[in-house]
């Protein structure tokens, strides 16, 4: 493992590389990246690297929203298969035929579109959101308009609720958030009662009501933050984000709400990344994300949603 470690760094300085990962990926690959976060920061961080190659260790959309916003670096991701079952919810052309829809029967509306979608759905959308900056975005959609946000229904009803703002939700949801188990989550609760409980938004809503607190991740390292003295934590999220929790507040304990089907909750699309294919593409320079047409009407979007 040490000698794959320290081959990954020597290629990493070979090819002029920085490693962004996502809070989901394994804990190895988050503590050799040079910047970890959520969608939206490593969005930000993508736009500030200086190296010609960015390596992006997270899913499909990811790498291509680092393609869009650096054009003229080299943007690899370590499995090509990486993908997102949030984002294969929307294919374009059946967003294209329900947007054509709503526009033939008279709705004036605006496409809010979470993150989490190809960059074909992001060129057909008016706005880009992340959980981080969503309920910032919805307000700033003019009232007489409604709103069709797409692709995730549980995160478009949750920001129904803290908006006060109805919409035309798609029927997305993520593989991974929808299937935690509420049964499962009540049992903890009465074994700790003290415990909080951590839902990220994309959870659906009898998991969301019975948590002390919802947001994405970054929010969630900050709440946690907030507490000093130890205190029990039930997450319900991807199973990797206990690993981000647990390096940058130690003081807690974390418990990872258990799924339905499995016990653990990791997403295996991110799971797909590993060290070694982190040191193969660094070595073979592949596979690499190219640009392709709609990333430029994409590009805009994401520089006014994400970067202003
Ligand atoms: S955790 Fe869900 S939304 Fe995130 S990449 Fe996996 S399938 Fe997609």
Redesign the pocket.
């Known amino acids: 493992m040490t000698d794959l470690i320290q081959e990954i760094a020597d290629l990493k300085k070979r090819e002029d590389a920085t490693i962004l990962a996502?809070y989901?990926q394994d804990g190895e690959i988050q503590d050799l990246a040079d910047f970890t976060g959520d969608s939206l920061k490593l969005a930000r961080a993508a736009t500030r690297v200086s190296t010609g190659t960015i390596v992006f260790c997270?899913?499909h959309?990811?790498a291509e929203t680092a393609k869009m916003l650096n054009p003229e670096k080299r943007v690899l991701l370590p499995d090509l298969q990486?993908?997102?079952?949030?984002?294969e919810s929307c294919p374009a052309n059946k967003l294209f035929r329900y947007q054509e829809m709503l526009r033939e029967n008279g709705r004036r509306f605006q496409t809010v579109t979470y993150i989490?979608s190809s960059a074909a759905v992001k060129a057909l959308s008016d706005w880009i959101v992340t959980s981080g900056n969503a309920e910032e975005i919805i307000r700033r959609v003019p009232a007489d308009l409604e709103i069709l946000f797409v692709p995730?229904r549980h995160l478009g009803q949750y920001l129904e609720e803290v908006t006060g703002r109805k919409m035309i939700l798609w029927d997305g949801s993520?593989?991974?958030?929808e299937i935690f188990s509420v049964n499962d989550l009540l049992a903890m609760k009465r074994k700790m009662p003290t415990a909080i409980t951590l839902a990220h938004p994309?959870c659906p809503a009898n998991i969301r009501e019975h948590s002390d607190f919802v947001g994405g991740t970054e929010a969630m390292i900050r709440y946690v933050a907030d507490y000093k003295e130890p205190v029990d934590f039930l997450v319900a999220?991807?199973a990797n984000m206990l690993w981000q929790l647990q390096s940058q507040q130690p003081q807690h304990r974390y418990h990872p709400v258990p799924g339905i089907t499995c016990a653990c909750n990791k997403?295996?699309?991110?799971a797909r990344n590993t060290l070694v294919k982190l040191r193969d593409c660094l070595q073979t320079g592949k596979p690499e994300i190219h640009w392709q047409p709609e990333f430029a009407r994409a590009r805009e979007i994401l520089q006014r949603s994400l970067l202003k």
């Open positions: 996502h989901y997270g899913v959309f990811m990486a993908g997102c079952s949030l984002a989490n995730d993520c593989m991974v958030h994309e999220t991807e997403c295996p699309h991110m």
